[in-house]
């Protein structure tokens, strides 16, 4: 699959970049096995975001989510993925918990197709 950059929001281009390639694999992912994402339907291109509450910032998002990506081992993944989730949590965040949540899923399944 491909596609453009997502220039949707504030993101700068190497952010507009990751988040395209974050949704393509999602997306790939599922095509691929034949499912069906049971949050598909939320997925409000941001529409939900509410001021009143505090948002991780969206550069260490992405950092997170590129260190949960280029983890080599399951343990690798839970030690990226654990403090993320911990600070997009304490900040009530649930845009945030789904994207790494997503990534972390994402992960392990591609650890699993390469093991013999």
């Not at 694999?25 to 939320?42: F, H, N, P, Q, R």
Request: hydrophobic content about 35%; overall charge negative; proline content about 4%.
């Amino acid at each position: 699959m491909s596609g453009p950059p997502d220039d949707s929001g504030k993101k700068n281009p190497l952010q507009q970049i990751k988040s395209t390639v974050t949704y393509l694999k999602i997306s790939t992912l599922e095509a691929a096995c034949g499912l069906a994402s049971t949050d598909a339907s939320a997925d409000d291109d941001g529409n939900g975001y509410s001021s009143d509450g505090d948002k991780m910032d969206e550069g260490q998002l992405c950092d997170y989510i590129a260190a949960i990506d280029s983890a080599d081992t399951k343990a690798a993944i839970v030690k990226a993925y654990l403090p993320a989730l911990e600070t997009a949590s304490s900040l009530k965040d649930q845009d945030a918990m789904d994207r790494l949540n997503a990534a972390k899923d994402a992960r392990l399944a591609a650890l699993a197709e390469k093991k013999p």
